[in-house]
């Protein structure tokens, strides 16, 4: 009994050539295309979001620089003789 239901099996190789043979992809061959293709069209599009985001990491990090410079600048001014400004009070209530 069990070598007859081996027997009648048909093989995952020969299944495939039976379908190619009738000019049809299998279904699984059809789906894994189909999931291919979503999967490019994901990659393409993270790497243009990729590209977006190191522009705007260049971006950021000029803008931090230009900031501390600034920033340093007033520090120098204000420990100067007779500095341009005026200290704002930090902490404590006005």
Known sequence: MRQRTISRRVWPSDFYAQVRARGQAPDSEIRLRKHIVKLKELRTKDATELTQLRA???????????????????????????????????????
């Not at 950021?60 to 007033?74: G, K, M, Y």
């Not at 704002?88 to 006005?94: A, I, V």
Request: glycine share 8%; no cysteine; aromatic share 6%.
């Open 56 to 94: 705007d990491v260049e971006h950021l990090v000029r803008a931090v620089n230009q900031l501390t410079a600034h920033n340093r600048e007033l520090l120098h001014a204000l420990f100067q003789p007779n500095p341009p400004g005026r200290a704002l009070p930090t902490g404590g209530r006005f």
